[in-house]
């Protein structure tokens, strides 16, 4: 009965054709309107609005938040009418959530099944879903007594059957039946923040989504590690065919490398951005520039090393994939995604082969269409993302990604 409850409230009836989106990034809101078909998800009004506050750091504003949103979705909703001919007004959203204020937990559930010779249904795949997703309520309950966290979404990562990995197991035969999920916690006060905001605007709120599930769904690749690279911190993911594995977390991020750098000239805030602006401008004397390097890469390889710790401590003896997808967040350090580049490296990992970074880019998401002509430049990143999750979530063959979000039940 929840269940049935939760779906009539919040999930959207199928097929979906219109969907809103919005993204609670560093410094903004930005909101989307999408028509989506078989996967594909169109841009038919993007617009976004300064909104100060958001991030781990501080406690939701919702005056604030409601206003900015709410005039967010105006501006892509106003749009909608040169692509549509009429103005498009969704009455379900999905937000996203910033990547650093939530965290992860794995689970594993099995099954063995009675009939062997029986055609694995929906039906027994969601059964198996909710076990995996209860065993996850019971594991956080025992981690933390008092803790604010709640699961807001999940993956599945992967379904073996007798031992043997399968995209899909309905309607194969077997015995032994297994999945692998991924679920993603946030803190209560942005739940309740967000189901408010979506509240006062008259919509529903049928997802919350972490913002380094959104980037994972844009990776296909068969293993990857995913790295976002933001002001405070770095957040290392290994991703399976688009979804989450692992995800871990560094207090580490652009404004820690630039502090520490500084420092060696005794200069901090304002004088240490001046500094790094001569830096890269070449504007500084010769000894200086030389000093200031060889400070840069030492940060650089502290870095490096602890993001390999955290790699290390994840990977339970599996190989490490030479493919990284990289983003900066903050736009503001081009050397961080070179270092990453170098031999040092490439040396200090197990990798399978040679790494290969890719700095990952708005063109770089496929499936997505730009209506609006508005929506090319790099902030738009996490807004294409999130609208790639959506359209995939939406299509007619994603019955089980749909299932296991329709079991978590946040509200």
Known sequence: MLNFRRKAKNAPDMPVKHHSIVTWERGHVRAAVLQLADGVAELFGVGVVPVHGVGAATHPDLDRWIAGCEQALTQAEDMTVVANGRKVVPDYVTMS?????????????????KNSLENISLEEMAALLE????????????????????IVAGCLVDVSLDGHAVDSPIGLQGENLEARLHFCLAPNEWIRALELVAQKLELTLANILPEQMAYASSLMDPTALLLLFDEHHSITSMVRRGRLEWTHLVEMGEREIVASVAETLSLQGQQAD??????????????????????????LREWMQALRGGVLSNLQDTPVPHRLYFVDMTRRMPEAILSLQTSYWGESLPFTRSPEITGLSVSGVRNVLDCTAQAADPGYLALRTVAYYVAQLYASGSNLERTLMETIRWS
């Open 97 to 113: 959530i910033p990547a650093t204020l939530t965290r992860g937990l794995q689970v594993t559930v099995s099954r063995r099944r």
């Open 131 to 150: 076990r995996g997703y209860r065993k996850a309520q019971d594991q956080l309950k025992l981690q933390a007594k008092d803790s604010d966290n709640e």
């Open 274 to 299: 001046a500094l790094m602006r001569a830096y890269r401008a070449r504007q500084l004397r010769e000894d200086i520039e030389l000093h200031l390097a060889r400070a840069f890469w030492a940060e």
